[in-house]
């Protein structure tokens, strides 16, 4: 069987399709999918974001991290809760990111939690190793578990971030 251009090509499409199965990057029902790419369309503050995913707008609440606040009513700013806010606004704001799922997918507040990936570029983890975060592991969201505690050790000795101002 011999395809003209228009075949061939439309025979390429399809099988791009059925390999890559765009479709199935998420889905939040029964059984969610390991991690999606999303736009981050809203920077909240440190640990918070809101993404555009195919089936809509979600929050998402980084795990294994948590930055000092910034935005909880009733609450005053936290000591370094600025600068972590402002870091994470330059850093993945209007940006492609990798939302990796933990075994558990939504917070009590209903909200994706997430480990949170720019390219390479491991979010949560930066902004541990910044010291503009301290470690927060809720079962069964551990997976980092281990390799965070050592960056926020190393940025405490070093008098990094909120280790060095509060």
Not at 4 to 29: Q, T
Not at 58 to 66: A, F, K, L, N, T
Not at 97 to 122: C, H, I, K, S
Request: glycine share 10%; with cysteine; net charge positive.
């Amino acid at each position: 069987m011999r395809l003209g251009g228009r075949g061939s090509v439309l025979l390429l499409l399809l099988a791009a399709l059925v390999l890559l199965r765009p479709w199935e990057e998420l889905d939040l029902g029964d059984e969610p999918a390991a991690s999606a790419t999303a736009l981050v369309t809203r920077v909240v503050d440190g640990d918070t974001i809101e993404v555009q995913l195919p089936g809509g707008e979600e929050d998402v609440r980084y795990i294994g991290v948590d930055t000092p606040e910034t935005v909880k009513p009733g609450a005053p700013v936290d000591c370094f809760g600025p600068q972590a806010s402002s870091f994470n606004h330059r850093l993945v704001e209007r940006r492609r990111v990798r939302l990796v799922f933990g075994p558990e997918r939504r917070d009590q507040y209903g909200r994706l939690l997430a480990y949170v990936y720019l390219g390479d570029r491991f979010v949560n983890a930066e902004l541990v190793r910044r010291g503009l975060a301290r470690t927060l592991f809720i079962p069964p969201n551990v997976r980092f578990e281990e390799r965070l505690k050592r960056l926020e050790i190393a940025a405490a000795r070093a008098g990094r971030g909120l280790w060095g101002a509060c």
